[in-house]
């Protein structure tokens, strides 16, 4: 607080400004001495300015010729990965293409496989079945067989006393001289 109170007592001695106004004297308004405090800057300054501005002038071209040539190299190498990415896409096409013909190839061949070993499977089938008729009507037979022998001997031990069977070994011992005879003449 003691401060702001010696500020305004301060400020009390100090007159205040006259105001604003354009003065003419030129020694007063120094304007010589700010014409050369102004002038010799820029006299001894012009070349390092100017040579400021031609190594920026230098460094930036520089830089525009450096980012062309990296935007040809990325211009080329773009074009590089198309082409490479068309050929990849040809290539994927053939591969694709060659699967799907390999594929239906496999397919048919196991569909004519599997036809063969179908095939194979029904004969085998119709042989099994051919075999299993043959061996029923033998059994059928064997059995129609001794069956009618069994009848027979029946109907034989019934009918066949002791006077017709030996009229029968008579007939069959005739029956076999004569053909012993026919044979020998």
Known sequence: MKNVIDFVIISGYWPPAGGFGLNAN????????????LGLPVYSGKGVLSNLL???KQTILSTIRD???????????????RTRLQQAKIKADEIRINGL???EGEKQDLVDSADGNSKRLEDSKNATIRFEEQRA???????????????????????????????MIDYHIDLLVRAAENTTD
Not at 67 to 75: G, K, Q, S
Not at 141 to 151: C, G
Not at 159 to 167: D, T, Y
């Open 54 to 56: 031609n190594n920026r």
């Open 137 to 167: 009507i033998e059994q059928v037979r064997q059995q129609v067989s001794r069956l009618a022998l069994e009848r027979a001997l029946e109907v034989l031990n019934i009918r066949l006393n002791s006077e017709l069977q030996s009229r």
């Open 67 to 81: 980012a062309e040539e990296r935007y040809e190299e990325a211009t080329d190498k773009l074009k590089q990965a």
């Open 101 to 103: 013909s390999r594929m």
């Open 26 to 37: 030129l020694l007063e308004t120094n304007l010589i001495n700010s014409g050369v405090v």
